[in-house]
Antibody, heavy 119, light 113 residues
Framework: QLQLQESGPGLVKPSETLSLTCIVSGGSISSNTHHWNWIRQPPGKGLEWIGSIYYSGSMYYNPSLKSRVTMSVDTSKNQVVLNLSSVTAADTAVYYC???????????WGPGTLVTVSS | DIVMTQSPDSLAVSLGERATINCKSSQSVSYSSNNKNYLAWYQQKPGQSPKLLIYWASTRESGVPDRFSGSGSGTDFTLTISSLQAEDVAVYYCQQYYNVPLTFGGGTKVEIK
């Protein structure tokens, strides 16, 4: 059964780069059936899709964040990496890793990791 | 971007009663070529990540109780909980996967009256 687990620093300073890792277990990140996504949720608010990446490297980003987002896949470690540059307090959120297959509904999700942007 | 608007923001329903949540998209999320609606529903319990309930607007994910049902087409969709149970207290989100960027509704909080 596919399982996802996010990890990374819980506190990032303004203007720095937020870097998170999603470790995939129970399946291969090189699967030709799965795409890997990042979604975030500010405290007490709704969900925002950040972007999606396939093991081959093809990716889609939310235009609202595209200029600051980089996603990559590390097949040797079976993990996905999210980098978000020039962060501000508005980037404070729980960041989720989630998978989709041929159609773009998300299942499963990781438990999420809270990232706070503060000096 | 397709804007997803949910209503109400919150609702309180007695145990065993029906809960109805609406989701409206700013443009159609249906493809006439396959007659499918690109709409999913999720349940998020406090402190947990969202859980997929329904996709294709009306297909229940495996293991989801049959008191949950989805309906609608085009731009107007509904999630119905036919007989509310205590464990259904959560925030419910709709999501369109018709095109990128994928977008979610603002959420509807369901509580016990």
């Amino acid at each position: 059964q596919l399982q996802l687990q996010e990890s990374g620093p819980g506190l990032v300073k303004p203007s720095e780069t937020l870097s998170l890792t999603c470790i995939v277990s129970g399946g291969s990140i090189s699967s030709n059936t799965h795409h890997w996504n990042w979604i975030r949720q500010p405290p007490g608010k709704g969900l925002e899709w950040i972007g999606s990446i396939y093991y081959s490297g093809s990716m889609y980003y939310n235009p609202s964040l595209k200029s600051r987002v980089t996603m990559s896949v590390d097949t040797s470690k079976n993990q996905v990496v999210l980098n978000l540059s020039s962060v501000t307090a508005a980037d404070t959120a729980v960041y989720y890793c989630a998978s989709h297959q041929w159609e773009w509904w998300f299942d499963p999700w990781g438990p999420g990791t809270l990232v706070t942007v503060s000096s | 971007d397709i804007v997803m608007t949910q209503s109400p923001d919150s609702l309180a329903v007695s145990l065993g009663e029906r809960a109805t949540i609406n989701c409206k998209s700013s443009q159609s999320v249906s493809y006439s070529s396959n007659n499918k609606n690109y709409l999913a529903w999720y349940q998020q319990k406090p402190g947990q990540s969202p859980k997929l309930l329904i996709y294709w607007a009306s297909t229940r994910e495996s293991g989801v109780p049959d008191r949950f049902s989805g309906s609608g087409s085009g731009t107007d969709f509904t999630l119905t909980i036919s007989s509310l149970q205590a464990e259904d207290v959560a925030v419910y989100y709709c999501q369109q996967y018709y095109n990128v960027p994928l977008t979610f509704g603002g959420g509807t909080k369901v509580e016990i009256k």
